[in-house]
């Protein structure tokens, strides 16, 4: 599998914002996500694009033994590592689905806007389980709108948005520069929390399936004065207790795993909702 990144790779991430692709499986082991997502979907009552599955649209690496095996596997951390350093939380993991012929969006955004987090030293790893095309709406990135900041951002502007919040970057944004990202089942890109993406429709007649995986470093807080937000423990050790620490799972939608999911959605929902009620400024 694919080894750490190399200092170019490093350096092309720092500059750019964005590093894409690296791959994580092979087609036959993304294959077998798909299955096996295909039968947790039937398990809950129907697709996590539904709205009433959507509570299990985040943090299923608690709840799952296969997803909690992406969110730590190795050549993801490893390229991840190289980024933050080797103590690495997983704050949350969210699936990014867009069925066939729909018309899903995310509007031209920042990971960082509502997540609460400090310092902005958050890395997503989005991982393609189908493949993502820009016929189906695959991620793309304005290259160094990193160095912007954080910039302002309204919630419950977008239609059809596969983000919770709906939410959208302030003003007119000039995408003459922005970069497509396609992926192949089983590869992933890494992304800056601070740089400006967005994905497009999906045109085609098959089902896009990706999973979004947030990192952290252990010393990053939550900004939250009354939420301890949850985070799992991926790799390295955790000298800080800035987070309640989740259990990983021993089995697939059991009891254990089954209560831990619920502690770990009411956390990260309360503590999402409060940073979209209080959004930061620029």
Excluded at 76 to 84: Q, R
């Amino acid at each position: 599998m694919a080894p750490a990144l190399s200092s170019a790779d490093v350096v092309r991430y720092s500059r750019d914002g964005f590093l894409s692709p690296t791959r994580a499986l092979t087609a036959a082991q993304a294959a077998t996500c798909r299955e096996r997502l295909a039968a947790f979907e039937r398990a809950i009552g129907g697709p996590l694009t539904a709205d009433e599955t959507a509570r299990h649209r985040s943090r299923t690496h608690v709840l799952l033994t296969w997803v909690h095996a992406l969110v730590s596997h190795p050549s993801i951390l490893d390229a991840v590592e190289s980024l933050i350093g080797p103590n690495i939380l997983a704050y949350t993991s969210t699936w990014f689905i867009k069925e066939p012929e729909s018309a899903a969006i995310a509007a031209w955004h920042q990971d960082a806007t509502y997540f609460g987090l400090s310092p902005h030293a958050h890395v997503t790893a989005w991982l393609a389980l189908s493949d993502a095309t820009a016929e189906n709406g695959c991620m793309e990135f304005l290259p160094g709108s990193h160095e912007r900041g954080q910039l302002p951002h309204t919630a419950g502007v977008v239609a059809h948005s596969v983000n919770r919040a709906r939410q959208a970057v302030d003003g007119v944004v000039d995408d003459t520069p922005a970069v497509h990202a396609p992926l192949r089942a089983g590869e992933f890109s890494l992304h800056h929390t601070l740089i400006l993406h967005r994905s497009q429709p999906n045109r085609s007649l098959a089902r896009r399936i990706g999973l979004g995986i947030s990192y952290i470093p252990t010393h990053v807080r939550h900004v939250s004065a009354t939420v301890k937000a949850p985070a799992m423990l991926v790799r390295g050790v955790d000298a800080f207790g800035h987070f309640d620490l989740e259990p990983a799972p021993r089995g697939d939608l059991d009891d254990a795993a089954q209560a831990a999911f619920a502690r770990s959605y009411e956390g990260y929902r309360a503590a999402y909702a409060e940073q979209v009620t209080t959004p930061p400024s620029s």
